[in-house]
């Protein structure tokens, strides 16, 4: 791994989960990798993905494992599905821990009358919270630096689970520092993410990854320019855009044609597209880029095509298959799981069962960062590791820029990569090397101003800012 001989401890490990109350909520299994090692304090990574239905093999295989699998990408015709042997795990440097929170892997739920609790963001960072407790306890490892790692919603899981572990408001409760977090295809704001219609914010915030996707698929004359010098232009004008979606009908025809200009240089659209409405989300730039050719753009990765009418995210479907068909070959390999037991990748049922606020109301928003926030409050030190991919409309680069103009996250303790590839950039294998850099730098290094020039992934660009002070955006075309 990264150049070195490791002698690795896998298991499978199975922990109690136990609700605020300290009923029984289910059991929790999780993969355990360990250097052997009599270092007590030697890092651990606690790591899970998102969904809220998902399971950790997604990190599991093509990121944090011991093996991953190969996939090709959006232009090659080769096959997906081959397991090789990861040399790109970050085990080198942390012990990693990939939890199935209940509901996914081999985690299951005690009883039915356990679900509210367990499937609501409260009780999911609650329990996991335990977990990390639980499995330090067991391996003598309280003194070691802890690092939590969280993929898509796994990110807001991040961001819950350091209020649970820092003892906010609780009382007898011993907290637990986290020296770092580390937040992958981030969706902690939420709303600036799935582009609710009508906020004029996120649809700012995605404009971004809408100009790179349409700079990859040649949409646009590139003028010998790079995507990132692309993307750089984007944000550039995504104030005036902003700007502009908040005046909405109060522009004057000249204005209106200006964006409407802008908007098509930047998108491959004709202008007369913007002429009914200025706005146009992610969502459905992915239906209009190919609109004439009948195919849509995938979703966590919109570099790949498919069918409008196919089944399916073409981006994912062909990963999906093959993380199914092999998992159980790798885990029977690595921890001795008999190849005949179930292992559930995606529950799609907790998609629709999932409580995100604490009372559940048509106006209710669970304020994720507001979580972060308060962690950062009473650990001034933690770190933030912020990676995500340019080709991703499940979540963006704008969104990342957003986040981190808002919070008080001093720049020398943020880091902030993104790599030309999708939701599951680390699949790419030139960005799962320059990742595996990054978190190495993250986890050893003290410096993060160190590890931001030594990545070799992108530093978000510039991110949307303030809108002018006059309120009123320069406008010429």
């Known amino acids: 791994m990264n150049g070195q001989r490791l002698t690795v401890v896998a298991a499978l490990e199975r922990y109690q989960a136990q609700g605020r109350s300290g009923r029984p909520l289910g059991s929790v299994y999780l993969t355990s990798l360990t250097a052997y090692s009599d270092d007590s304090r030697r890092p651990v990574i606690f790591a899970f993905n998102g969904g809220p239905g998902s399971s950790s093999a997604y990190l599991n295989l093509g990121m944090m494992g011991l093996r991953r699998v190969q996939v090709s990408g959006p232009e090659a015709r080769g096959p997906t599905g081959t397991i090789v042997d990861n040399h790109d795990t970050p085990l080198d440097v942390a012990d990693i821990v990939l939890i199935d929170p209940i509901g996914t892997g081999f985690s299951r739920l005690a009883s039915r009358g356990a679900a509210g609790e367990t499937y609501s963001a409260v009780g999911d960072a609650a329990y996991i919270a335990g977990v990390i407790r639980q499995w330090l306890k067991r391996h003598h490892r309280e003194a070691a630096p802890t690092f939590l790692a969280g993929e898509s919603y796994g990110a807001q899981r991040v961001a819950s689970i350091l209020r649970v572990l820092s003892c906010d408001g609780e009382r007898h409760c011993t907290p637990l520092r986290v020296e770092g977090a580390i937040l992958i295809s981030q969706s902690i704001e939420i709303v600036n993410t799935l582009q609710r219609p009508g906020n004029v914010t996120g649809i700012a915030a995605g404009f971004p990854t809408i100009a790179a996707l349409a700079w990859y698929h040649r949409k646009v004359d590139r003028h010998d320019r790079s995507v990132d010098g692309v993307v750089a232009d984007a944000f550039a004008f995504s104030s005036t855009y ?46 209009e880029a190919f609109r004439a050719t009948g195919q849509v753009l995938g979703t966590y990765d919109a570099r790949y095509l498919g069918p409008v009418r196919g089944a399916g995210d073409p981006s994912t479907k062909a990963l999906d298959t093959a993380i199914a068909a092999k998992l159980s070959r790798v885990l029977n390999e690595s921890v001795g799981v008999p190849v005949r037991y179930s292992y559930r990748v995606y529950n799609d049922a907790l998609d629709g069962r999932w409580t995100y606020a604490p009372v559940a109301t ?65 699949l790419d294998d030139a960005s799962r090397v320059d990742f595996a850099r990054a978190i190495r730098c993250f986890v050893g290094s003290r410096s993060i101003a160190a590890c931001q020039a030594a990545a070799q992934g992108r530093g978000v660009p510039p991110g949307i800012g303030p809108l002018p002070s006059n309120g009123q955006p320069d406008l010429a075309p």
């Open 242 to 287: 902003l700007s502009a979606l908040y005046r909405a009908n109060s522009l004057s025809v000249d204005e209106r044609n200006a964006i409407a200009g802008k908007l098509a240089a930047f998108t491959g659209l004709p202008p007369a597209y913007f002429q009914k409405h200025l706005s146009i989300t992610k969502d459905e730039y992915r239906h």
């Open 362 to 426: 048509p106006f209710s928003s669970y304020d994720y960062a507001g979580e972060l926030a308060a962690a950062l409050r009473i650990n001034p030190a933690l770190k933030v590791l912020v990676a995500g991919g340019l080709y991703d409309t499940a979540a963006s680069v704008g969104a990342d820029a957003f986040l981190l103009n808002q919070w008080s996250v001093p720049a020398t303790q943020t880091l902030s990569v993104h790599y030309p590839a999708g939701h599951m950039f680390y």
